[in-house]
């Protein structure tokens, strides 16, 4: 596979785990943006809700998805748009290798701030707030910065083999080792 075939995709979402009844209401936290960024030519993409149909073809294409918390996160927010079984697609969530070797789960902002040196440029509660005020420039930047260091992160463990993250134990950067050819 070659990475032209490859995509990274995050959404942000309209609504609180609060407002929806907790994680068992992902499905009712509604799309406010979702980016992509494609390998093949380069460039990232906004879609926002009504543009979920456009959003979900190009998922569809993909011969590899990839995310942060993609499968138990995004896809969940999305599935309500479509009829097509997302957890199908042919996913590399970051975050789901990183639990399965760690057992436990490290957060986005962890990873890139000890892999890539760079921190995370606001959180969720931020892009709430953004797409309550109308602020989607400001809410698709960040969305396109999430999938922007996903897509850093991917490229490290690609060509290096492993992630670092902070380990509380110990007190310092650790590695956890990746396999994604």
């Given at each position: 596979?070659?990475?032209?075939?490859?995509?990274?995709?995050?959404?942000?979402?309209?609504?609180?785990?609060?407002?929806?009844?907790?994680?068992?209401?992902?499905?009712?936290?509604?799309?406010?943006?979702?980016?992509?960024?494609?390998?093949?030519?380069?460039?990232?993409?906004?879609?926002?809700?009504?543009?979920?149909?456009?959003?979900?073809?190009?998922?569809?294409?993909?011969?590899?998805?990839?995310?942060?918390?993609?499968?138990?996160?995004?896809?969940?927010?999305?599935?309500?748009?479509?009829?097509?079984?997302?957890?199908?697609?042919?996913?590399?969530?970051?975050?789901?290798?990183?639990?399965?070797?760690?057992?436990?789960?490290?957060?986005?902002?962890?990873?890139?701030?000890?892999?890539?040196?760079?921190?995370?440029?606001?959180?969720?509660?931020?892009?709430?707030?953004?797409?309550?005020?109308?602020?989607?420039?400001?809410?698709?930047?960040?969305?396109?910065?999430?999938?922007?260091?996903?897509?850093?992160?991917?490229?490290?463990?690609?060509?290096?083999?492993y992630l670092l993250y902070w380990d509380r134990r110990l007190k310092r950067p650790a590695r956890v080792d990746v396999s994604w050819t």
């Open positions: 596979m070659t990475t032209s075939d490859v995509v990274v995709f995050d959404l942000e979402t309209q609504r609180a785990f609060s407002e929806v009844g907790g994680r068992n209401g992902l499905a009712k936290m509604g799309i406010s943006v979702g980016v992509l960024y494609r390998y093949k030519d380069g460039r990232y993409y906004d879609y926002g809700e009504h543009q979920v149909d456009d959003l979900v073809a190009a998922l569809r294409r993909s011969r590899l998805v990839v995310g942060f918390n993609v499968l138990h996160f995004d896809y969940h927010v999305l599935q309500p748009y479509t009829d097509f079984p997302l957890h199908t697609l042919p996913t590399l969530d970051i975050l789901d290798h990183v639990h399965r070797a760690l057992g436990f789960r490290v957060k986005l902002d962890t990873l890139a701030r000890h892999t890539l040196g760079v921190p995370k440029g606001g959180n969720g509660l931020l892009a709430l707030h953004w797409w309550r005020t109308g602020q989607l420039d400001r809410l698709r930047e960040y969305c396109r910065q999430d999938v922007e260091i996903t897509r850093r992160l991917y490229e490290f463990g690609r060509n290096h083999g």
